[in-house]
């Protein structure tokens, strides 16, 4: 089967699957508005399933075994999604996909101990750490009606073009999703979705196996990530509970003080955006200017439009 009969195939999949499955995610999912919340009414979660079967299977088929790796996740997320298990569980199944990830990529982990032993604990500390981070970040970013799934196809995208062809079943898959997800959602991805998508994206930047990868997709996901972290940072300072909802990220402040979902997420997905075609370009002083204009606007924003952190 030739790559563009599986990219589009996925895409076909994963959208009649999401279609057929949404009357039994109606009745058996369903993420009620808290206070954590952008939307108002109950609305069908669990959604990711779509991309997770038809992403994995196809990715599978082209000898990618990332989303297979990443999939106890899911499976995990769905759990909660639909019981709400305890966080210490969900936290236990994101370390020991970390660590089977790094046992399995193990390119970079040596790399950063720069062949010294003294640097061997506190690495590996560095990176387990780093990676559910990177889960739960893109966890909290899930909050706004195709924001996740928006900025995922494009930094997929980027993997697919950079790193290997097989990431394009999950940008497939992902298309198929976002139809049903764009705003008015009829359907959220729900922790079985950005979980897995957090855990895809740390196995393709350990897979890489170089300094100059790693980084280049730290760069292309910072919309995002920077947003998660900052707030995690700012909420630490103030001496709250990190790990309680709250409505404080920026793209939530945003859509507080009168932001549509979409205006939100396209303004998020362009800034993923500028900054992968200008690392594409291959230009360094090009790729600091999109980065400097990109981080200079999400600071004019938090400063100037949307409501007060506190």
Not at 72 to 89: E, H, Q, S, W
Request: glycine letters at 8%; charged letters at 10%.
């Amino acid at each position: 089967m030739t790559l563009g009969l599986i990219f589009i195939f996925s895409i076909i999949l994963s959208y009649f699957f999401l279609k057929i499955s949404l009357p039994l995610l109606r009745r058996k999912v369903i993420d009620k508005p808290n206070k954590r919340s952008s939307h108002l009414l109950p609305t069908p979660s669990g959604g990711g399933l779509s991309f997770v079967l038809v992403g994995t299977t196809f990715s599978l088929i082209m000898g990618n075994y990332i989303p297979l790796i990443s999939l106890p996740l899911a499976i995990v997320g769905l759990i909660d999604d639909y019981l709400k298990i305890k966080r210490r569980f969900r936290y236990i199944a994101q370390l020991l996909t970390i660590i089977f990830m790094l046992i399995i990529f193990p390119k970079i982990f040596i790399l950063f101990t720069f062949s010294s032993k003294i640097l061997f604990i506190p690495t590996l500390l560095f990176l387990i750490l780093f990676g559910t981070a990177v889960i739960n970040f893109f966890n909290f970013m899930d909050g706004m009606d195709g924001l996740l799934a928006g900025n995922m196809i494009v930094i997929f995208t980027m993997g697919a073009f950079l790193v290997s062809r097989t990431y394009f079943p999950i940008v497939g898959a992902l298309i198929g999703f976002i139809i049903f997800n764009w705003h008015p959602a009829k359907v959220f991805m729900g922790d079985t979705g950005s979980t897995f998508l957090g855990a895809i994206f740390f196995g393709l930047i350990l897979s890489t196996g170089d300094f100059d990868s790693f980084i280049k997709f730290i760069l292309i996901s910072s919309p995002i990530l920077l947003d998660a972290f900052v707030s995690v940072i700012r909420r630490f300072l103030k001496k709250q509970n990190i790990f309680e909802p709250h409505k404080l990220h920026l793209y939530q402040r945003l859509n507080q003080n009168g932001w549509s979902h979409s205006s939100v997420s396209l303004l998020y997905i362009s800034g993923t955006f500028l900054i992968s075609a200008t690392i594409l370009l291959g230009n360094i002083q090009v790729t600091f200017f999109s980065l400097f204009f990109v981080f200079g606007l999400g600071f004019w924003l938090d400063k100037k439009k949307a409501i007060p952190f506190f």
